[in-house]
């Protein structure tokens, strides 16, 4: 398996542009979210998905947008970037909440994006 | 919402001490706390979990303990080694409903000097 393969690793992009960060990962995980990681910030929940066909907020959504149309992949798009955009782009799936439990999260090698 | 509250933000110790790193929660109804490790521009792995059934579990040189009680959990790593050095994150979900929801703590840049 790969695991969670994002694509690009690097982007520069100017203001106002647009473009959509890819996430696919092989695991056949229910489970999908995205998040940006800041410098002293940790990591913050952009949106997520229990499954194809839903999509919920995280806890920075604006500005982005997310669709689920397979259980594969999960793309981010970024509708007319920002430089408070700037950042580091992870994407993380797991297994579904079974048997009562939460399922660890496996994580993306990341995307660096800076909007200029 | 959640809020994950981890202390210290930076941490220098010697190779061969202990190090520990403690992490505060503010919803009582979370119920799994994982930590990650991640070494300078690479992906948050997973190191070791907890549920809120388990008081405290061990991986070799590395332990997480959770108190319920008063909302806080804490990474114990033991013999610790160059390349532990890293940023440690801790994370708590499943509380207000939102089983799949990471809240992480600001990260613990731990560097053990050899």
């Known amino acids: 398996n790969a695991g969670v393969t994002q694509t690009p690793k690097f982007q520069v992009l100017k203001t106002g542009q647009s473009m959509t960060l890819q996430c696919a990962q092989d695991?056949?995980?229910?489970?999908m979210s995205w998040y940006r990681q800041d410098p002293g910030m940790g990591l913050r929940l952009i949106h997520y998905?229990?499954?194809?066909?839903?999509?919920d907020q995280g806890e920075v959504p604006n500005g982005y947008n997310v669709s689920r149309s397979t259980t594969e992949d999960f793309p981010l798009r970024l509708l007319s970037a920002a430089p408070s955009q700037t950042s580091v782009y992870f994407c993380?799936?797991?297994?579904?909440?079974?048997?009562?439990?939460?399922?660890?999260?496996?994580f993306g090698d990341g995307t660096r994006l800076s909007i200029l | 919402g959640e809020n994950v509250e981890q202390h210290p933000s930076t941490l220098s110790v010697q190779e061969g001490d202990s190090a520990v790193i403690k992490c505060t929660y503010s919803?009582?109804?979370?119920?799994?706390f994982p930590w990650y490790k991640q070494e300078l521009g690479k992906r948050p792995q997973l190191i070791i979990d907890?549920?809120?059934?388990?008081g405290e579990k061990k991986d070799q040189r590395i332990a997480v303990t959770l108190n319920k009680t008063a909302k806080h959990f804490s990474l114990h790593i033991t013999e610790t080694q160059p390349e532990d050095s890293a940023v440690y994150f801790c994370a708590a979900s499943g509380g207000g409903g939102s089983n799949y929801k990471l809240t992480f703590g600001k990260g613990t840049l731990l560097t053990v000097n050899p």
């Open positions: 919803d009582s109804a979370s119920n799994y």
């Open positions: 695991m056949n995980h229910e489970y």
């Open positions: 998905s229990v499954g194809a066909g839903i999509t």
């Open positions: 993380a799936s797991s297994y579904s909440f079974t048997g009562g439990n939460n399922q660890p999260q496996h």
């Open positions: 907890i549920r809120s059934n388990v």
